[in-house]
């Protein structure tokens, strides 16, 4: 059966319905703008679990995020109350973008994954901060 252009074509299917020949052609989606940000790629895996008795968490806190810092070469350890207040504060604040994320087992427990920039990670610590602002080494160390 020959068809002319501009004609609508249908597909008989097995159980005698009409699809549109369109439902079959995959659409293609828009292309993602492309980050312009300058530096170096980094991507930050963030894990996330249930606030546990024994942590030392605000008392609104239900979940605790986790990721490797480079440049203080330690895990970062941060309380939330909620998934949303912590990925609002990796995007907002940090600038970063939110690439993946997925649910794992247990309660309050997922795998984000965000792409931020070598960049990202230089600037002062949080201790470094606060001495700045003219905090003393003790109360520094009660505030962290």
Same mark, same amino acid.
């Given at each position: 059966? /020959? ?13 005698? !319905? ?9 659409? =293609?989606? @828009?292309? =993602?703008?492309?980050?312009? #940000?300058?530096?170096?790629l980094?991507?930050?895996v ?6 546990? #008795?024994?942590?030392?968490? @605000? /008392?609104?806190?239900? %979940?605790? !995020? #986790?990721?490797?810092? @480079? +440049? ?13 207040? /912590?990925?609002? %504060?990796? *995007?907002?604040?940090?600038?970063? *973008? ?18 931020? #920039? ?7 610590? !949080? +201790?470094?901060?606060?001495?700045? *602002?003219?905090?003393? @080494?003790?109360?520094?160390e009660?505030? %962290?």
């Open positions: 059966m /020959a068809c002319r252009l501009g004609e609508r074509l249908s597909l008989k299917v097995a159980d005698s !319905t009409r699809l549109p020949a369109s439902a079959l052609i995959p659409r =293609e989606e @828009p292309a =993602e703008a492309p980050n312009v #940000r300058p530096g170096r980094h991507l930050v963030v894990v996330t679990r249930e606030v546990g #008795r024994k942590d030392k968490a @605000p /008392a609104n806190a239900l %979940l605790m !995020t #986790r990721f490797w810092h @480079p +440049r203080d070469h330690r895990w970062s350890e941060n309380f939330f109350e909620s998934l949303e207040h /912590a990925v609002r %504060l990796f *995007v907002d604040e940090s600038g970063w *973008v939110l690439r993946q994320q997925q649910a794992l087992d247990g309660s309050h427990a997922y795998e984000l994954v965000f792409e931020a #920039r070598r960049e990202d990670f230089t600037g002062p610590s !949080t +201790r470094q901060i606060l001495e700045q *602002v003219g905090l003393d @080494p003790s109360e520094v009660r505030k %962290l």
